[in-house]
């Protein structure tokens, strides 16, 4: 039987559910987005149903520490099309599993969502280090991003306890959407560009909405950085280890 859902974690949970209540096996979960329609297999679409994912969520919670919780959200946030299927198999293995197995990592389906988990956890981390703001006209500080996962939910608390005296908005640029702190609560939000922004290669913003100090100090810290570099011993190999290039575009001594 192949579950199609509606690209969203409840979703998922969801199409867990309806698999113990129709007793089923062999099942295959696809994205909406991703699926291609059959003629042979036994389709079903899944309906998100808030109560079903919340009654699969708390008997997880039951099986799993909340270390774990989060690796299962953050596989999730990987969106990447092998994911979801391991995801699927890895939440039943914990809900057949009479013992605590999430420690099982010769278990493939452990393995699997742990290694997807600790890449979108990674990019995370790096994102917390790679953003830079920019000083709207407006009051605002923005910062516009294109990461590999969907890392803009794992960010919010960081950003929230540590610019709480300011407001500021995240933007994911790839998948259209951020996140806006009013300096009380973090929402999602999604606008669109006009088009001096939208065409533009780079992540910042056109000189005629930023804060007219904000052209300053990016000269400032843009002659910072270069009077700390130390030519003799540039190296490239290492730097980029540590920076990959893919991030250059988001740091403003690299524009």
Known sequence: MTCIFDNTFKGLLCCVFERYERKARNVKVVPQQLHTPSLISDELTINTDEAK???VWKGLQKKITEEWQLKLYCAFLSELPDAYQALFDCICYFFDSKQIVYTNYGNNHILTVNKIARK????????KGFIRFQHTRDNIYYAAIEPDHNVVPLLSTHFKNRFADQQW????????YGIYYNLHTVQEISFTFDGSLQNAESTTLPASVVDEPEVLYTSLWKDYYNSTNIKERKNIKLHTQFLPKRYWRYLSEKQ
């Open 53 to 55: 994912a919340l009654r």
């Open 120 to 127: 979108v956890s990674r990019e995370q981390h790096r994102m």
């Open 169 to 176: 908005i995240i933007y994911d640029k790839k998948r259209g």
